[in-house]
């Protein structure tokens, strides 16, 4: 399983320090497949990764302190091994935004998707600390599949206090 690409999304981007409070989003496909790099159709693109299962895979790089992450979502835009879980969170809680009941990778996306059942981060997540938003494999390693993942985020420096997660403060 690899970042198209081959590197997690870096947020905030660069210069969005010089606009703070400014809402953006970043996009991250997450393909598997063969080696070609073209990500369309079942190459799901670079295929570094040749151990997957239980394996970590960073999506999102939380490089500055003081972002906070407004909600998470993703889409499937080609079908996954039957018996793949992926799940959305960080290093404190591994399906704090999606968890695999949420992304049904065997399934085709008509639409961007949401947890139907509200996750530790439903309120959003404010990082006080660098860190990064992972996708976490379970159960088998995919042989094909693509997922683009959202993040809807802002930058607000001044504001860099610990949050356990679900904060009121959005």
């Given at each position: ?26 996009r991250c496909r997450l393909g598997f497949g063969d080696t070609t790099e073209t990500g369309g159709g079942s190459s799901g693109g670079l295929d570094r ?67 139907a059942t509200p996750m530790a981060y439903s309120r959003g997540r404010r990082y006080p600390t660098t860190d990064s938003i992972d996708a976490f494999v ?33």
């Amino acid at each position: 399983m690899a970042n198209l690409g081959g590197t997690a999304v870096a947020i905030p981007q660069i210069g969005e320090e010089f606009i703070p409070h400014g809402v953006y989003v970043a996009r991250c496909r997450l393909g598997f497949g063969d080696t070609t790099e073209t990500g369309g159709g079942s190459s799901g693109g670079l295929d570094r990764w040749t151990d997957t299962h239980d394996e970590i895979i960073p999506l999102f790089d939380i490089n500055s302190t003081g972002v906070f992450v407004h909600h998470v979502s993703y889409d499937v835009e080609a079908l996954f091994t039957a018996v793949v879980d992926i799940c959305i969170g960080d290093g404190q809680d591994t399906d704090g935004f999606a968890d695999a009941t949420g992304i049904a990778a065997t399934v085709i996306s008509t639409g961007v998707g949401y947890q139907a059942t509200p996750m530790a981060y439903s309120r959003g997540r404010r990082y006080p600390t660098t860190d990064s938003i992972d996708a976490f494999v379970v159960k088998a390693d995919p042989a094909v599949g693509i997922l683009n993942v959202y993040c809807v985020y802002s930058y607000a420096p001044e504001y860099a206090e610990a949050d356990t997660g679900g904060s009121a403060n959005t």
